[in-house]
């Protein structure tokens, strides 16, 4: 079983950055996609942004240029960046993980001030 546990999310202004991060633990393959989704209230779960174990990354339309995924394979960790947050990035961020199935974290809440 996988285990993924997230950190940083809060509350900033708009214009101002955040930076998340998930670590996973368990019993898991090394290679693997990891990434992100966010939900906001009353709105199905996106996708933010993945990245395979080989460094593919995958964006949505609406945080390309301004967030950036990466990973640390020897951590089993996965970071996103988020630069020039706007009011419209509120919601609780999961982490993801796919190798054959889907693993989520708990979430973690991102809040931008307007």
């Known amino acids: 079983q996988v285990q993924l546990v997230e950190s940083g999310g809060g509350l900033v202004q708009a214009g101002g950055s955040l930076r998340l991060s998930c670590a996973a633990s368990g019993s898991m393959s090394s290679k693997n996609t990891m990434g992100w989704y966010r939900q906001a209230p009353g709105k199905q779960r996106e996708l933010v942004a993945t990245?395979?174990?080989?460094?593919?990354?995958n964006y949505a339309d609406s945080v390309k240029g301004r967030f950036t995924v990466s990973r640390d394979n020897a951590k089993n960790t996965v970071y996103l960046q988020m630069n020039s947050l706007k009011p419209e990035d509120t919601a609780v961020y999961y982490c993801?993980?796919?190798?054959?199935?889907?693993?989520w974290g708990q979430g973690t809440q991102v809040t931008v001030s307007s």
């Open positions: 990245i395979t174990s080989g460094g593919s990354t």
């Open positions: 993801y993980l796919f190798r054959f199935k889907v693993y």
